[in-house]
């Protein structure tokens, strides 16, 4: 279902740059820390992937 997959990948779009804002604000805050940067990094990879094998 074409529909559906286009807004799991807008979903996950979304909850990237969402972590991206709260690592973000969470390292200026608190200082950096290592996991939460890894962790957002292989969300990017998964939305990434998603978006490249999306069907058109």
Do not use: E, H, K
């Not at 529909?3 to 709260?22: E, I, K």
């Not at 200026?28 to 962790?39: I, K, R």
């Amino acid at each position: 279902m074409p529909g559906s997959t286009d807004s799991s990948t807008r979903t996950m779009g979304v909850l990237t740059v969402g972590g991206l804002v709260a690592v973000t604000a969470y390292t200026v805050a608190l200082g950096s820390n290592g996991w939460l940067w890894f962790g957002w990094v292989v969300l990017g990879l998964i939305t990434l992937g998603m978006v490249a094998t999306r069907s058109t």
